[in-house]
């Protein structure tokens, strides 16, 4: 998992380069990036699926987790979990989490992910 942690942290910093690009003091002219977005969006399908939509670093759950626990949280419910990304990033912070998502299709499962019809039925 640590090389996967490494390639994510990666792919955060690439999608900051983009932005920066796009958006930021230095931008590119729009001429040379307006075929970014449907590229962008097709990639984002793709690596969506494997990290759940979620972009949390390792760093950023475990600040949360820090919070939440100072807060008096034993346990967090992750109800759109997808693949179980952000529930695992958490848990290996040290945060107990129950993760629930309605869709049981996964291409790779993280952590646990228990299916369930609706996930407000959870609450």
């Given amino acids: 998992l640590a090389e996967v942690h490494v390639h994510f942290a990666g792919f ?10 796009m958006l930021g003091a230095d931008a590119k002219p ?3 990036t307006k075929w970014w977005p449907e590229v962008l969006m097709r990639w984002r399908y793709h690596v969506c699926s494997l990290f759940s939509w979620g972009l949390l670093t390792q760093d950023a759950a475990a600040e949360a987790t820090m919070l939440l626990r100072s807060l008096g949280a034993a346990t967090l419910v992750d109800p759109l979990a997808s693949s179980g990304w952000q529930a695992r990033l958490l848990r290996d912070a040290g945060m107990q989490v129950l993760a629930y998502d309605s869709y049981s299709v996964r291409p790779v499962a993280w952590i646990d992910v228990c299916d369930v019809q609706d996930s407000r039925s959870l609450f």
Avoid: R
């Fill in 30 to 32: 729009f001429a040379s």
């Fill in 12 to 21: 955060i910093k690439a999608l900051e380069s983009v932005t920066q690009a």
